[in-house]
């Protein structure tokens, strides 16, 4: 290479081969503090066989978030999802299969197909609250995956799904998150029991998706669904323009469930507890409430769910407070020069595993004043916190940053507009702390009491 030599950044001493392999496999959060605590803001890692290079904060991560999947590639770091996804899909395609993928994605999330998926988001919602009583104890932690895996299955995976196979394939899919430990994230085919059961999961999800997709094919029947977007898609540049196989579709769903479902469930709970244990902000959003239904009447439209603004910067700080992705990783093609916010600069040599931290950047006090505190009008004008490039980064950020998040927004916003407008809620507990060992990370127990009231 031509690239000018220059010094490594410094390695986090202390840490034998298998030791950070341990470290990393109980959940990376007490790494990253050592490593930010002892180095700063570029540190590497051994962990097993690779070099992990953490890049913390806005002055170091530009690169990272910017640059093109020639230099900064996902497939080396995220092929541990291939045998859950499975064969032929995103991480284990070649660069140009994988593009004509995710622009199937973006195809199937645009404004217009947002707009047709909002009265699923509702309905669910509704259905969904309508079955608790005048009062209860729930966890929302609990409530929301359970609420977000129903709404995903009607929304991506389809109208059969949903209504006539939800507990078998909500079970298969179970399968395959407990495939999915820190462990797998090294070592994907480990011969470990979840292993094992997520392979026989995976199979039986094939079988499943290739006979609703056969026979929807066959029939010409037509739904509005994320399903249905894969069955029309055709690749453009590659493949010969063809149709995707019923392999193909099975893997993408899988792939944007995996994106989707856990990070949308958690920051819903995390909004949700957030916004209770804050009086002054819960008020407000209640206030947003009545004035949109003022403004739309009762229905909650595509239109008045863009406009909640109050409700949209509590559901953003409870991201930055919480992001459910703790790491987002590249791998190093070429080596590239960083420089710290204090002048020191390093080398990241070709071949390291690159990674940068939502949680740990949404915490730096440059980027977001009085970072520990709830305070969603942060968001607002004139402060904008979010501006500042690379400091939010809970969606990713640049070239790779997250194609769901008007539809997370959007599904968030439509749950707790239900919520807001049917119910009080009461924390039982504190705030609960976030469990940092976990893949996506969420909080921990907490009991909220609910009473129904109608605004
Ligand atoms: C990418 C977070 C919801 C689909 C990402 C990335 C993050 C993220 C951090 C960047 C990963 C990287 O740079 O390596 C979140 C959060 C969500 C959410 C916090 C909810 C609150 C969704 C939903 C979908 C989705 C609902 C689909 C329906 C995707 C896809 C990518 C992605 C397909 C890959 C983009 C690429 O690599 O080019 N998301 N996501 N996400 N997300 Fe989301």
């Not at 520990?372 to 009008?377: F, N, R, T, V």
Request: hydrophobic fraction near 40%; charged fraction near 25%.
């Amino acid at each position: 290479t031509t690239f000018p030599p220059g010094k490594r950044p410094p390695i986090m001493e202390g840490i034998p081969f298998v030791g950070g392999l341990i470290k990393f496999a109980r959940g990376p959060w007490k790494l990253l503090e050592e490593g930010y605590g002892t180095c700063g803001e570029v540190f590497t890692v051994p962990v097993a066989h690779k070099r992990v290079t953490f890049l913390i904060g806005p002055e170091v991560s530009p690169h990272f978030f910017k640059a093109g999947d020639e230099e900064m590639s996902q497939s080396e770091v995220y092929d541990f999802n291939v045998p859950t996804f499975g064969k032929g899909v995103v991480f284990d395609v070649d660069q140009k299969i994988r593009t004509e993928q995710f622009r199937m994605f973006t195809e199937a999330l645009t404004k217009n197909r947002l707009k047709a998926y909002v009265p699923a988001f509702n309905r669910e919602a509704e259905e969904f609250f309508s079955k608790w009583g005048d009062e209860g104890i729930v966890d929302f932690k609990d409530v929301f995956s359970q609420l977000v895996t129903l709404t995903a299955a009607r929304t991506l995976l389809g109208r059969e799904v949903r209504e006539q196979l939800f507990e078998q394939v909500a079970d298969l899919l179970h399968g395959l998150d407990e495939g999915m430990v820190p462990l797998s994230v090294f070592f994907p085919y480990a011969p470990i029991p979840v292993h094992f059961k997520r392979d026989r999961c995976r199979k039986q999800l094939s079988e499943i998706f290739a006979k609703i997709i056969r026979n929807r094919r066959d029939s010409g029947r037509r739904e509005e669904d994320v399903l249905q977007q894969f069955i029309d898609a055709k690749y453009q540049n590659v493949l010969g323009g063809r149709a995707l196989t019923e392999e193909e579709i099975t893997g993408l769903l899988i792939a944007v469930l995996f994106a989707g479902q856990h990070t949308s469930s958690i920051t819903t709970a995390w909004s949700g507890l957030f916004m209770a244990a804050n009086k002054k902000h819960w008020d407000k959003a209640v206030d947003e409430q009545r004035a949109i239904i003022a403004k739309y009447g009762s229905d909650l439209s595509f239109e008045a769910l863009s406009d909640m603004e109050v409700l949209h910067r509590n559901i953003s700080e409870a991201l930055r407070i919480h992001p459910p992705l703790l790491l987002v990783m590249r791998y190093a093609k070429k080596p590239f020069a960083v420089t710290t916010s204090t002048g020191k600069s390093y080398v990241v040599p070709k071949g390291d595993v690159v990674a940068a931290s939502p949680n740990f950047s949404h915490m730096l006090p440059q980027c977001f004043k009085d970072p520990q505190a709830y305070d969603p009008d942060r968001f607002a004008p004139p402060r904008e916190e979010q501006n500042k490039p690379y400091a939010f980064i809970g969606f990713g950020a640049g070239r790779h940053a997250c194609i769901g998040q008007n539809f997370a927004y959007l599904q968030i916003k439509s749950i707790w507009s239900v919520l807001l407008r049917n119910f009080e809620f009461e924390l039982l507990d504190p705030v609960p702390a976030a469990d940092y060992e976990s893949m996506v990370i969420g909080p921990k127990a907490c009991r909220v009491k609910y009473t129904r009231r109608k605004l």
